[in-house]
């Protein structure tokens, strides 16, 4: 029926994602697009371009790593700084950040 139309590979498309955008349905907190995630890289892109990248596969793992958890303990109201030498001495004041990632999910 819907054969040779325009339509055709959006429907094939969806069919092979069904689980993935059903998803919704079995976790409703989830959101329904992606543009938090496409919000938080902005950011680290454009610092990517005006620096012209890293030298080397190492630099852009570390890179990687320091983005990601500077945006993870900004959505955690951590201070960055403060928990990276929190790590760096040892102390341990600041609970790891998977901790707080769970007590953020859990329902209220």
Known sequence: ???NTLI?????????KRDGLLLVLDYPRLPLHNNLSERDIREYVKKRKISGSTRSDDGQK????????EKTCLKLRVNFWDYLIDRHSKTFAIPQLSHLLHQAAAPA
């Open 1 to 3: 029926m819907l054969r």
């Open 8 to 16: 055709e590979p959006g429907i094939k498309a969806a069919a092979w």
């Open 62 to 69: 570390r890179r990687d790593t320091f983005a990601s958890l």
